[in-house]
């Protein structure tokens, strides 16, 4: 498997463009608080924050809003440096 990512066992398979902005992101559960972050990289199907909260899990869905655009999205990582993977309108 091609990967362009920076760190070893990495698996992302599209390229990634530097980026920057802030990005809130709250798990679906509505129940936790909306999480600040920054905006790291961005790829065509995702993007990489970094942010404070231990509490995302990989795998879990959360809702972000990025410039005040909403969207769902799967958290992919594993520390608070997440990966996260943009998911149709058909699959939120």
């Known amino acids: 498997m091609h990967s362009d990512g920076d760190e070893p066992g990495d698996r992302r398979t599209e390229p990634r ?3 920057k902005g802030e990005v809130t992101l709250r798990a679906t559960d509505g129940v936790r608080p909306w999480v600040a972050g920054r905006l790291v990289d961005l790829s065509r199907s995702g993007f990489r924050v970094q942010h ?3 509490a995302l899990r990989a795998g879990e869905e959360v809702e972000f809003a990025v ?3 909403p969207g769902r999205t799967r ?4 520390t608070v440096e997440s990966g996260f993977l943009i998911l149709a309108k058909d699959e939120a």
């Open 17 to 19: 463009r530097p980026a």
């Open 67 to 69: 410039a005040g655009l």
């Open 75 to 78: 958290v992919a990582g594993k």
């Open 52 to 54: 404070g909260s231990a």
